[in-house]
């Protein structure tokens, strides 16, 4: 697994949760890393992205509750979820452009996926 995602969980209404993503040692340097959300029988929707100078991209829906975040030193990707709503309930996937070991390349990455359920 080359990206892994943690950090979700059950949340009432207006709670907080924080995801983190991780890539692996194969990955050598990231340049942009993100969030998608896939809810049941949906298509994923794009929620946020942070490049590796902290330039950063929200959905609508989830500006002024969600802050994206990146440590480059450790290729991590936090997503802090605040005032969280039930509409938020979806499998959170991260991704990343970066370079692998490898390959003089960039490559798209992806994560496992990680479940939000928030409660109404």
């Known amino acids: 697994v080359q990206l892994q995602a943690s950090g979700g969980g059950w949340v009432q209404s207006g709670g907080s949760l924080r995801l983190s993503c991780t890539a692996s040692?194969?990955?050598?340097?990231?340049?942009?890393m993100g969030w998608l959300r896939q809810a049941p029988g949906n298509e994923p929707t794009f929620v946020a992205s942070?490049?590796?100078?902290?330039?950063?991209v929200y959905a609508d829906p989830v500006k002024g509750r969600f802050t994206i975040s990146i440590d480059t030193a450790e290729n991590t990707v936090y997503l802090q979820m605040n005032n969280l709503k039930p509409e938020d309930t979806a499998v959170y996937y991260c991704?990343?452009?970066?370079?692998?070991?490898?390959?003089?390349?960039?490559?798209?990455?992806w994560g496992q996926g990680t479940q939000v359920t928030v409660s109404s």
């Open positions: 991704n990343a452009d970066a370079f692998p070991v490898y390959s003089d390349y960039e490559e798209e990455f």
């Open positions: 040692r194969s990955i050598l340097r990231v340049t942009s």
């Open positions: 942070i490049t590796n100078s902290g330039d950063t």
